[in-house]
């Protein structure tokens, strides 16, 4: 399995919506590249941590291809909106791929690069190796199966099974 950590806004929906991608077999929402251990919502929220609201993914590279992941991630994002996603605003819902392995990086680039042809302002989504992962509370895991009318940035639609 190939992991990868993907942020991009409030964790809840893009938790959600990649469960739909078939190939994908395990995601976990947590916050990704900050400065301090152990870091709690609350921290992340009202503090300056550095952290970013995040999924971590494992995929079966056989039945789906970083490229082919990283198109669906584009399609939930905007990818030029600052420190923001939806009505979600703060440095905790910004948008990045955290890379694992190394050799996933020219995928990465050649993807953003050619998502960048679809806009006219620059794309901001940090592309940065995963420097930490720490998982977020229990209660924020699969969130949205738990609370079907909780909060989403990510039109419901998008959100069944495909």
Request: aromatic content about 12%; hydrophobic content about 30%; glycine content about 6%.
């Amino acid at each position: 399995m190939k992991k990868i950590v993907l942020a991009g806004g409030c964790f809840w929906g893009v938790e959600a919506y990649l469960n739909t991608i078939e190939g994908v077999s395990f995601t976990k929402v947590g916050y990704a590249n900050g400065r301090v251990p152990n870091p709690t919502y609350e921290m992340v929220c009202n503090l300056n941590t550095g952290y970013a609201e995040a999924c971590f993914v494992e995929y079966d590279e056989e039945r789906l291809s970083l490229e082919q992941l990283l198109k669906s991630f584009w399609f939930i994002i905007d990818p030029t909106a600052l420190n923001r996603q939806g009505h979600d605003v703060g440095s905790q819902y910004r948008t990045g791929i955290f890379y694992i392995a190394e050799d996933d990086l020219q995928t990465i680039l050649k993807s953003k690069e050619e998502e960048q042809k679809k806009y006219e302002k620059k794309i901001v989504t940090e592309v940065k190796p995963l420097e930490n992962f720490y998982d977020a509370e229990k209660y924020h895991q699969k969130y949205l199966d738990k609370n079907p009318n909780g909060y989403c940035h990510i039109p419901r639609e998008l959100l069944k099974k495909k």
